[in-house]
């Protein structure tokens, strides 16, 4: 069963950084396309990125452009989410995920889905 576990949320001040981990176990990345995501309080789920599997571009939602990087170890099961320069509105529950790029923007999510980890940016 694929299984995905998140991990390396915290409690930041604005502009400190975190590196968010996702562990895959039952099954081995390579092939399938992981994104991550994130919902706020009060707010829906949100496409964070993704990597296409199309052309292999990837996507990032515009608020974190140029801040987050989403990088993979396929040695170690793992899809990584840097993020730098954070913000308050960063502030939300952080998800991975199965995903798919959709033509025109926005990711979609699908598959299982993990416990989550909150980041929570404050001053």
């Known amino acids: 069963q694929l299984q995905l576990v998140e991990s390396g949320g915290g409690l930041v001040q604005p502009g400190g950084s975190l590196r968010l981990s996702c562990a895959a176990s039952?099954?081995?990345?390579?092939?399938?396309?992981i994104g991550w995501f994130r919902q706020a309080p009060g707010k829906e789920r949100e496409g964070v990125s993704c990597?296409?599997?199309?052309?292999?571009?990837?996507y990032y939602a515009d608020s974190v452009k140029g801040r987050f990087t989403i990088s993979r170890h396929n040695a170690k099961n793992t899809v990584y989410l840097q993020m730098n320069n954070l913000k308050l509105e960063d502030t939300a529950v952080y998800y991975c995920?199965?995903?798919?790029?959709?033509?025109?923007?926005?990711?979609?999510?699908?598959?299982?889905w993990g416990q989550g980890t909150q980041v929570t940016v404050s001053s």
């Open positions: 995920a199965q995903c798919a790029v959709i033509p025109g923007g926005g990711v979609l999510g699908f598959g299982s």
């Open positions: 990597t296409s599997n199309s052309d292999n571009r990837t």
């Open positions: 039952g099954f081995t990345l390579d092939g399938y396309t």
